[in-house]
């Protein structure tokens, strides 16, 4: 009885005792993380970030599963402990016992709990390496089909992914509606891979979309005909140089990668328009501010001109007055030469 590293009721039977404890330790530590990522899944629904949430839904079904299948291994091991006796003095596997002994075989290399493995070595030191390899492979479909469906690597259907995150969503208090309605022969199927519709464009900068600066665009570039058709066009332009270049970009990423530069483009091309209707009324005021110039006036009847001053600035051409006599000059220059003395 154990001597040779054979089956041994001392040694088993503890075993047992301390899966079982393991198993509660398990449940109570998966359990308590679970509640944390349900909150995380729910923040991530409010943020719309629909994808990234349905992948951690699925693992958070598959600890679900988990947590229920160990608890059904520790009702199994609570049993084996209880009848110990009867599997120490029966020869063969007893009948009603088959299908429990058999499930802690096939499950001892599909939980984390150390235990079993040690408790699989004693049932096949007493059973054989036949009836170990048949459980362990569940040939016959005794184990516990529960427990083989909890712990399979099978993904969960795309049907139940979406009713936890419409659970989680009630129990937060979350107004979320899925993006895209499953279709009839989607909802047994498991849940497609992720496409990217629910990640941002440009993440890390925080850039405004290509329609914001279409709008800004087009707000700021009314003069000169400058709106959303520059900046499709810009866009459409850069289209092809983003997508090439040998790094690797596709063409599809092309507009959000753009969009800074369409933007600069029809900024530009409004500043220009702006700065030409300025140079041209700058234009208009130096003409009306400008500094009357002396014109030469010809006289009919062969004389020298006279010169005279024009009218001055902002005066009517009604306000023009003729050129001075000559009578006026020589008063002007007496009084220039009284004024010397």
């Known amino acids: 009885m154990g001597i040779f590293g054979g089956y041994d009721e001392s040694k088993i039977k503890p075993l ?10 398990a449940s109570n530590k998966k359990t308590a993380l679970m509640k944390q990522h349900m909150r995380e899944i729910a ?34 091991c609570e049993l084996l402990f209880e009848r ?3 599997i ?33 070595k004693q049932f096949k030191s007493k059973y054989g390496k036949q009836f170990d390899m048949e459980a362990f492979e569940n040939r016959h479909g005794v184990c516990n089909e529960r427990v083989v469906a909890k712990l399979s690597v099978q993904p969960p259907t795309a049907f139940l992914v979406q009713t936890y995150l419409e659970k989680i969503a009630d129990q937060f ?6 993006a895209n309605r499953l279709k ?21 900068s925080r850039l405004i979309p290509v329609d914001a600066y279409t709008a800004t665009a087009s707000s700021g570039a009314e003069d000169d005909n400058v709106g959303a058709e520059s900046v499709s066009d810009a866009i ?46 700058n234009d208009e005021k130096k003409y009306i501010n400008d500094i009357p110039v002396a ?37 002007l220059q007496a009084r220039f030469n009284k004024l010397k003395r």
Do not use: C
């Open 84 to 86: 110990i006796k009867l």
């Open 236 to 281: 459409s332009e850069l289209g092809g140089s983003v997508g090439g270049g040998g790094y690797g970009y596709a063409t599809t990423n092309a507009p959000a990668s753009a969009s800074v530069a369409s933007a600069s483009v029809a900024a530009s091309r409004t500043s220009v328009a702006r700065m030409n209707n300025d140079d041209e009324g």
């Open 16 to 25: 047992l005792k301390m899966a079982v404890s393991r198993f509660s330790m």
């Open 88 to 120: 120490t003095t029966s020869k063969a596997v007893p009948e009603d016992l088959t299908s429990s002994i058999s499930t802690l075989i096939w499950a001892s290399n599909r939980v984390d709990i150390k235990e079993l493995m040690d408790i699989r």
């Open 295 to 331: 014109q030469v006036v010809a006289e009919e009847d062969g004389e020298e001109p006279d010169i005279y001053i024009p009218p001055a600035p902002g005066m009517s051409s009604n306000d023009h007055r003729k050129p001075p006599a000559n009578d006026d000059f020589d008063d």
């Open 43 to 76: 923040k991530l629904l409010a943020e719309n970030k629909e994808e990234k949430a349905r992948i951690r839904a699925e693992a958070l079904i598959r600890d679900d599963g988990t947590i229920e299948a160990y608890e059904i291994l520790q009702l199994t």
């Open 184 to 204: 009839p022969d989607q909802l047994a199927e498991p849940m497609a891979a992720p496409i990217g519709y629910s990640v941002q464009v440009a993440p890390g």
């Open 173 to 178: 208090e979350v107004d979320w509606k899925p």
